[in-house]
């Protein structure tokens, strides 16, 4: 007769026999979660492949069409425009000063064309492989090889601060209430989307254009990623060049107090 722990001994109830293995009851637990699991895998893919980036591609194919889509009804927007102004010009019972003063709000507000000498800047992420090009420098992070929202904000405040009289950030036309954004990077402009690089074409004298940038704190600051890290930056003279109107909405959106 074996004396093993297990054996059965005489006078021992059933329910005594019966010992304790926790090892069984783990191994419940464990399939009771990875059926869990499954039951909430399938629930929330709902048929679908849940291992793909389907839904991120659907997102932004979304962003681009709604992009599109702005772009177009901002093309719309800026022909009634042209034919509502046609219009008026013709019986309006404005004196000629008051017609003139009308062309300088449109200026100043920016929905008039502008024409001139202009300078252009042009930023470009870094390169994806890129490592730090000057010694004492640390190999970069991933962000520091992307333009970021303010480094756009720098440009376009240096611009305005050098004189310049209209100013274009990729094929729109800036005006007093234009928010210059990033998500990711891409950037956000009145409704449409855009990737690098980013083009900002400025109508005004040149040279003082070309300080101001020199000028800035945070484009000094720009330049060290320029240098060390490979990110993009060009100026360019473009000549004389026409800047287009704003052609977008003017309508102002602001919070209200909650009754």
């Given at each position: ?133 000057l010694p ?110 704003y052609s ?12």
């Amino acid at each position: 007769m074996s004396n093993s722990a297990d054996s059965p001994q005489a006078g021992t109830s059933p329910a005594r026999r019966r010992r304790f293995r926790p090892v069984r009851v783990l191994t419940a637990a464990v399939f009771a979660l990875a059926g869990l699991i499954f039951f909430t895998s399938f629930n929330t893919a709902k048929g679908t492949n849940i291992r793909t980036d389907d839904s991120l591609l659907k997102l932004s194919d979304l962003i681009q069409e709604r992009s599109r889509n702005n772009g177009e009804l901002d093309e719309t927007n800026a022909a009634l425009r042209d034919d509502i102004e046609g219009l008026a010009e013709r019986d309006d019972g404005s004196s000629e000063s008051e017609d003139a003063d009308l062309a300088e709000l449109e200026k100043s507000a920016g929905t008039d064309e502008v024409k001139g000498e202009a300078v252009s800047v042009t930023l470009d992420d870094a390169p994806p492989d890129a490592t730090a090009k000057l010694p004492g420098y640390p190999e970069p992070e991933p962000d520091y090889l992307v333009i970021h929202q303010q480094d756009l904000q720098a440009v376009v405040n240096a611009l305005w601060q050098g004189g310049a009289e209209g100013i274009k950030v990729m094929d729109q036309r800036l005006i007093s209430t234009s928010a210059v954004r990033c998500v990711g990077n891409t950037l956000i402009l009145q409704g449409r989307v855009y990737s690098p690089p980013y083009k900002i074409t400025a109508v005004g004298d040149p040279e003082t254009l070309k300080q101001a940038l020199s000028a800035s704190p945070a484009i000094q600051n720009y330049m060290v990623y320029v240098n060390v890290y490979g990110l993009g930056w060009k100026v360019e003279d473009d000549g004389a060049v026409t800047l287009p109107g704003y052609s977008g909405t003017v309508d102002l959106h602001y919070a209200e107090p909650v009754k």
